[in-house]
């Protein structure tokens, strides 16, 4: 007789770290979480919401309907809009990306979730970034996936590690259960490292290459979760304190054309091999969780149908309230908005790390996004268990420890001398504390 009559599914489902994360930062109130992919609280749409809100609901014609179901697909007015969104953010013309391939879902973790259902059985396999967004390893985990790594640029993957990893499925026969590369393509989260559109191509080129042999489309999938929190002019640099203090700043050769990287859809010939995943939460309000996507048949139909056996529709109200933001205009001026705030924060952070942090630590700054990676001396432990961690959460500062952000990958130790530091929540003020506090409890024990 069993313990349980759980499935393997949950059986296999770990408590995902975000959720750990999550409720440290939202019960200890005295403990500063540069964790949390939280997005800035103080600059959240309050007023927009709640002015949207009450045109939508101020009639029955408007508000009726956004009190009802909708459609599996999502509302077709924000599917157009959010059509004509993505073509401004390419710079395409109007019929680059047809509404009809746009899915509406409650977030993209959502569409993440279900896009991987519809390709993946158990023991396939799935490219990602090393390191990557840790939740989406954890799908994988869940799902039964196995996750390989694959090295990563400071612009976007290394094509030639891409290569040699195919190659390796190949040789090994396991080249057939291989069914999409992920990748975080702005700002990435956890590293901020931006992919650049030569890069994109790339590695469509590098799956074609390989698809006769699996047997089947390999797939990119790409995450633009961050795309829109770009610091507009701001360059991506590289700084790096030197032994004797002082700062070297390399600036990578994207940086100039950072926030400008079209996405892969734009690749000529790429449609059929492109999703692309995006979302309304970090640009506007994760509370209103709306995400959104664009996929090729046959995929379109399995994960709308899969969508239809999870909820049938994402909440109407919500798809409501961002359709109107977008056409009004309300939701560029917010993006521009938050693109100015995050840049000041990003700048309290780096002085910060300049201040406090010891010089053998090297600092990745992104252009845009959410988050600063630090990397410490290799023999130095940053990990859940490790003493760094432990210190600091003794002093009431919380960082995502960056071995949780690589795959279990049999070809490589998982790397844990490195932290994501999230400039995103936290206020001025709990910044620079935090930064810190991280700082005293680094000096004292990196030697
Ligand atoms: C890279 C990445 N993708 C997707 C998501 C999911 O965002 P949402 O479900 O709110 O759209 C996140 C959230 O932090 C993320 O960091």
């Known amino acids: 007789m069993k313990k349980n009559a759980l499935s393997a599914l949950a059986r296999r489902t770990?408590?995902?770290?975000?959720?750990?994360?999550?409720?440290?930062?939202?019960?200890?109130?005295?403990?500063?979480?540069?964790?949390?992919?939280?997005?800035?609280?103080?600059?959240?749409?309050?007023?927009?919401?709640?002015?949207?809100?009450?045109?939508?609901l101020s009639a029955p014609k408007t508000g009726q309907p956004a009190l009802q179901y909708g459609i599996t697909a999502g509302e077709s007015n924000l599917r157009q809009l959010t059509a004509r969104h993505l073509q401004k953010l390419d710079g395409a013309d109007d019929r680059a990306h047809s509404p009809d391939r746009v899915l509406i879902t409650g977030?993209?973790?959502?569409?993440?979730?279900?896009?991987?259902?519809?390709?993946?059985?158990?023991?396939?396999?799935?490219?990602?970034e090393d390191p990557t967004y840790?939740?989406?390893?954890?799908?994988?985990?869940?799902?039964?996936?196995?996750?390989r790594?694959?090295?990563?640029?400071?612009?976007?993957?290394?094509?030639?590690?891409?290569?040699?990893?195919?190659?390796?499925?190949?040789?090994?026969?396991?080249?057939?259960?291989?069914?999409?590369?992920?990748?975080?393509?702005?700002?990435?989260?956890?590293?901020?490292?931006?992919?650049?559109?030569?890069?994109?191509?790339?590695?469509?080129?590098?799956?074609?290459?390989?698809?006769?042999?699996?047997?089947?489309?390999?797939y990119l999938i790409e995450d633009a979760a961050y795309r829109e929190l770009r610091f507009a002019h701001v360059a991506a640099v590289y700084d790096r304190r030197l032994s004797d203090g002082t700062m070297e700043v390399r600036r990578s050769q994207t940086a100039a054309t950072n926030c400008l990287e079209k996405s892969a859809l734009m690749v000529p010939g790429a449609g059929r091999n492109v999703i692309y995943t995006g979302?309304?939460?970090?640009?506007?309000?994760?509370?209103?969780?709306?995400?959104?996507?664009?996929?090729?048949?046959?995929?379109?139909?399995?994960?709308?149908?899969?969508?239809?056996?999870?909820?049938?529709?994402?909440?109407?109200?919500?798809?409501?309230?961002?359709?109107?933001?977008?056409?009004?205009?309300?939701y560029d001026r917010h993006v521009a908005k938050i693109q100015r705030r995050y840049r000041q924060k990003a700048r309290v952070m780096k002085q910060a790390l300049a201040e406090h942090f010891p010089p053998d630590v090297e600092i990745w700054e992104a252009g845009g996004g959410l988050y600063f990676w630090a990397r410490l001396p290799q023999n130095v432990s940053t990990g859940i268990q490790s003493i760094i961690f432990r210190t600091a959460l003794k002093h009431n500062v919380l960082y995502v420890p960056g071995e949780i952000c690589y795959a279990d990958e049999p070809s490589r130790a998982?790397?844990?001398?490195?932290m994501r530091i999230s400039f995103g929540s936290a206020s001025e003020r709990d910044i620079r504390e935090g930064i810190k506090r991280l700082g005293a409890v680094l000096k004292k024990l990196v030697k």
């Open 279 to 330: 979302t309304y939460s970090k640009p506007y309000a994760p509370g209103a969780r709306v995400g959104f996507g664009v996929l090729p048949e046959p995929l379109f139909t399995a994960v709308q149908r899969i969508k239809g056996n999870h909820d049938f529709g994402t909440a109407n109200l919500l798809q409501q309230l961002l359709a109107r933001a977008l056409e009004t205009g309300l």
């Open 414 to 418: 998982k790397p844990d001398h490195e």
């Open 149 to 218: 790594g694959v090295r990563l640029d400071r612009d976007g993957i290394d094509l030639g590690h891409l290569e040699k990893v195919l190659a390796r499925l190949k040789k090994s026969g396991q080249l057939r259960r291989v069914k999409a590369i992920y990748l975080v393509t702005y700002f990435q989260n956890p590293t901020g490292v931006t992919t650049s559109f030569a890069k994109k191509r790339g590695v469509l080129a590098l799956l074609k290459k390989f698809e006769r042999a699996a047997g089947h489309p390999i």
């Open 107 to 128: 977030g993209s973790q959502q569409l993440l979730y279900m896009t991987l259902e519809a390709l993946c059985d158990e023991g396939d396999v799935v490219l990602v």
């Open 14 to 56: 770990t408590l995902p770290a975000i959720s750990w994360l999550m409720h440290s930062a939202l019960t200890r109130p005295k403990l500063i979480s540069l964790a949390a992919g939280f997005t800035d609280n103080a600059t959240l749409p309050v007023e927009i919401s709640r002015q949207l809100l009450n045109e939508i």
């Open 134 to 147: 840790f939740v989406f390893l954890s799908i994988l985990q869940s799902q039964g996936i196995r996750a």
